[in-house]
């Protein structure tokens, strides 16, 4: 495994973060396919003889229960400096706000929440899971900042946001000397590239680490055309960001499959290979022990410059999906 430390940090993480966001209770969340707490701690266990350190999940994880299974296998098989846990906060929802509630005080619960749930005093990572459209700017970042100074939280991280918002908030938190966001997790892959707009070279640019979701776009980066799975089948969530362009995608997968087959590896290793290249450490999801071959095998892919074209020359723009596609400024 290959390691990597965040810039303006002391997080020393593998090349690949394990995406846990497929582990927790089937019946309480918005996921059908995930694994339930035997065939999680499988896989962990599975990540960690791999070298892997870095474990990414969320509140909204299926009701928390990911957390729960994500703290209790860490628990059961390693100690807690030997991993770097990161999680996030959903922003407070329209009856919350109703009711009063203020950023900060739901910053808090949230936080106090994971930390029980994970059954651990502090964690490495912590993400404001999509951005916060009715709360502004500077009170996220000062709770945020209270979060670091309290020791529960060591660095702090965004996800699902355009660069014009990362580089206000982290302005924000250096005129205010706050915490400013470390790292960012977009969703960024072979077939969806659309953070390479202007997030890439705002990160590059002032060493925010690139941490990307959907690694594998979910599973389709990783498989042939036309092969499916139990999650493919089941996940609504995965179909509605990538069913409208897959005949483009289609084209690239193929050549990811064409390169796998020259090169004499997996497609998940070409895939995440190439991401690898872009970022710091991609969130790769998996759902059976043996998906930690293909992150493996990934770190000795190299590319030549004719193999990058290959795989880089017939993407075009895509529409904004999922998250991103409700976000207020989005196109
Ligand atoms: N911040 C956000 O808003 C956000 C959104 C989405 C995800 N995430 C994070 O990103 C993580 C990964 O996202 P993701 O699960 O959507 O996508 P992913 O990493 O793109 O895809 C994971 C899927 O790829 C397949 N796979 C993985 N390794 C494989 C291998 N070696 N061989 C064959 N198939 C393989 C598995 O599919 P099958 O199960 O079909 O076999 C697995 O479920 C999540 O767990 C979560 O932590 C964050």
């Not at 962990?44 to 729960?68: C, H, P, R, V, W």
């Not at 529960?152 to 005129?175: D, G, M, P």
């Amino acid at each position: 495994m290959n390691y990597v430390t965040l810039p303006d940090t002391d997080l020393k993480v593998s090349k690949a973060c394990l995406g846990c966001m497929g582990f927790g209770d089937a019946q309480k969340g918005m996921h059908k396919w995930t694994l339930d707490y035997e065939s999680t701690k499988e896989i962990i266990k599975s990540a960690l003889e791999a070298g892997i350190n870095f474990f990414d999940t969320a509140m909204g994880y299926q009701g928390g229960t990911s957390e729960e299974y994500v703290g209790r296998a860490i628990k059961e098989l390693t100690q807690r400096n030997q991993v770097v846990i990161a999680t996030k906060y959903v922003p407070r929802s329209p009856a919350q706000i109703e009711a009063g509630i203020s950023a900060k005080q739901h910053i808090f619960t949230c936080l106090e929440n994971s930390l029980k749930r994970l059954d651990m005093d502090y964690i490495d990572l912590y993400y404001l899971h999509m951005w916060d459209n009715d709360t502004p700017i500077e009170e996220t970042m000062e709770a945020l900042n209270e979060c670091v100074v309290s020791g529960k939280v060591r660095y702090i991280a965004v996800s699902n946001c355009f660069a014009w918002q990362l580089a206000q908030a982290n302005e924000i938190a250096k005129h205010n000397g706050w915490a400013p966001f470390v790292a960012v997790q977009g969703h960024y892959n072979l077939i969806f590239r659309e953070e390479e707009r202007e997030m890439v070279n705002y990160c590059n640019q002032n060493g925010v680490s690139m941490v990307p979701y959907s690694a594998l776009a979910a599973g389709r980066l990783a498989r042939k055309v036309g092969e499916s799975s139990n999650r493919l089948e089941k996940d609504a969530f995965a179909k509605g960001k990538y069913d409208a362009s897959a005949e483009m995608d289609n084209q690239i997968i193929e050549r990811v499959y064409e390169l796998s087959l020259k090169k004499n590896v997996s497609m998940t290793a070409i895939s995440l290979a190439w991401l690898m290249t872009k970022v710091a450490s991609p969130v790769v999801g998996a759902t059976k022990p043996h998906h930690l071959a293909g992150i493996v095998e990934a770190m000795s892919v190299t590319f030549t410059e004719e193999e990058f074209q290959y795989l880089e020359e017939l993407y075009q723009p895509h529409k904004l999906v999922g998250v991103m596609a409700n976000q207020k400024g989005s196109r």
